[in-house]
């Protein structure tokens, strides 16, 4: 279970934004996506998602776990996405966005209950079900997210400065928390960030992107 | 199926239900009504063409009176709607949040035009409030013998126009703004030594324009045609226009059927040519204006005229809130003689003894609201879902076609259409009317949802979509329940837009669909205050309420969800 891009390449209005990326992630390592702002960091994460919007073109080949992404729509990717502030549903409860994520295989009204309270715990959200996400802090929020994430059973994580709106002390233990995550779930992520801090702490490959056509 | 072509799926089946509900019957009836304008109606065994019916139509008397009353009040009600407009949204701009201002204006759009015309001819009229108070200091001991509602030259036409449409073009200037920095723009012009005045008109208007002229041109072809406010508050021999032909279309000799067509073809014809104008005015401004700011005055003088517009308006406002309570008041009134402030003795009778009419008629309204209103949401979400799914924003025509019914005068083309409807056996159904009242609905719940629903933050589908949630699940789980304020307030102006219908119902209808507004009008022309003050009331209630259920409904639904309160218009 494996994400290999093979030579990604994205442009707009013709102009590519980024020389040729080939890259593979393995299973429970975290690579780190660097590089100035307007790069193309976030377009790279919506190409692999499936939300590149219609401007852009791409050439390459994306894969999981073998197959190829191309044609396949966003929802049945299975590829979890982690957002810089945690994109909970406002109008449902801290457990129902939990709920939403958790897959569909696990059926009954008390497992998935069951399920989703284990996850809670796990995160640190012991009994915090029916509370409003917008009541939440900040680090409570990111952990949710993630948790609701990784319910869905995904094959692979892409992190969007997942830790860049957090205070400092916090950051290290989110970032502790979503990694030894990765890990223990043995997915591959794909992380884009402005941190050095995050890249050194993922200990995987880190990939610098450099817009093509201007020397700097 | 993909998301991209479901999205083509639904944009195609919205646009069809669009090109074959509503500008396939716009033109039908429009190609009706130029066809009988030049003698083709064969109903009546009209079958010689020629310019016979424009003769006629010219020969009327007063004909001529008619079509300058028409100009004068419409052009009359949409510059001085527009100028109070702008005045009072740049004297209070400061002060006044966008979601507080809807709220206090919400009022004013909620009523239906008859039920405001039929309150303020109630507060204008010799015998009505207004007099009443100024009676006791003026020593007068009798109704003064002055037509103050329907006064031959329109004014209080003109005054009720501007009250009702005053509210709707803040709202849409005051969402325009949002558009760009407001306060730098201001900031960086008095700084430069610039009136605030002088900056509002010098910066700002020009920036605003484009984005409420479409908006302007809808009240501008509502002032030119309106059948309900000219009856109530026009004068009435000749009267304007719209009220003229109605009379003729509905008269009992059916050969005025063609000079009418030929006067509906007519209103088209004036739309058009205001429309002219207002485009040759715009060049015609930038012109002037460029001139005017290369010159660098600092434009102190603008300032006391923009006060006194926004203090107009406001006065306005204040007439047009006294014009609400006296429907109530005189719904409640029993004995309430000249010149009694109050009345004398209040009882419920108006209301328990109007008979089984007003119950049905507030039914029949009721449902109509609801279902119209229904088909309009749906129609609209599955638009605006299309555009989603298929990534693309609207185009420059499909916004044209979305505002197409409120452009074109209704007069101009629902008698042909009726005349069409009476051919298949579908006129003077619940079903006709139903179909012509969500004509009108569609556009305003469209125009109300459209910039909620793009605002809405993208990375929650895009959350939704990466934890396995197809596009159905998506619309549904996610996106329906954040919008559902938006939604709700959408269609409240559904509602209130269904309910104000008049000439709609009173045409699909064939004069048998009795709703609050067809039966409030009609009873505007009669004498007795109480009943048409129930009528009234019930009228403008009707949309009241849904305003305030689109209010609490999400309050209560979202109230422990703070990151969705709030945001609410």
Known sequence: ?216 | MTAAGDGRALRAAAFAVLALGVIGPIAAGLAQTARAAFGLMPAIGAAQAGLGPWRTLFGLPGFATSVQLTLLTGLGATVLSLAIAFALTASLHARLAGTAAARALTPFLAIPHAALAIGLAFVLAPSGWIVRFVAPLLGLDRPPDLALVGDPWGIALILGLVIKEVPFLVLVTLSALTQFPVRQHLAAGQSLGYGRAAVWLKVLAPQLWPLIRLPLMVVLAYALSTVEMGLILGPSNPPVLAVLLTRLFFDANTALLLPASAGALLQAGLAVGAFALVWSAERALRRVGLWWLRRGGRGTAAEPPLRVLAAGGLVLFAIGALALVALFAWSLAWRWPWPAVLPESWSLKAWTGAGPGLGRAFLRTLVLALVTTSLALALAIAWLEGEDRGRRGRAGWAEALIFLPLLVPQIAFLYGLNVLFLRLGLSGGLGAVIWAQALFVFPYVMIALSDPWRALDPRLPRAAASLGAGPWRRLVAVKLPVLLAPILTAAAIGMAVSVAQYLPTLFMGAGRIATLTTEAVTLSSASDRRVTGVYATLQAGVPLASYAAAFLIPALVHRNRRALRGADA
């Open chain 1, 1 to 216: 279970m494996s994400l290999v891009l093979e030579n990604l390449q994205l442009t707009l209005a013709g102009r590519a934004l980024f020389a040729p990326l080939t890259l593979t992630v393995e299973p429970g390592c975290v690579a780190t996506v660097m590089g100035p702002s307007g790069v193309g960091k976030s377009t790279l994460l919506d190409a692999i998602a499936g939300h590149l919007a219609p401007a852009f073109s791409m050439t390459g080949r994306i894969a999981l776990d073998g197959r190829d992404l191309a044609l396949i729509p966003p929802e049945a990717r299975r590829i979890g996405l982690v957002f810089q502030d945690a994109v909970l549903f406002p109008h449902l409860s801290v457990g129902d966005n939990l709920a939403f994520g958790l897959a569909s295989s696990v059926k009954g009204r008390d497992a998935r209950r069951g399920a989703v309270e284990r996850a809670l715990a796990q995160a640190g959200l012991a009994g915090l079900y029916g509370r409003d996400p917008a009541s939440l802090s900040g680090g409570q929020r990111s952990r949710a997210a993630l948790m609701r994430t990784l319910l869905a059973a995904p094959a692979a994580l892409l992190l969007d400065e997942p830790f860049s709106k957090l205070d400092t002390g916090l950051r290290d233990e989110i970032r502790a928390f979503t990694f030894a995550n990765v890990r223990e779930r043995a997915v591959p992520a794909l992380m884009v960030t402005h941190d050095p801090a995050d890249a050194e702490a993922a200990a995987g490959q880190t990939i610098g992107l450099t817009s093509i056509g201007e020397t700097p």
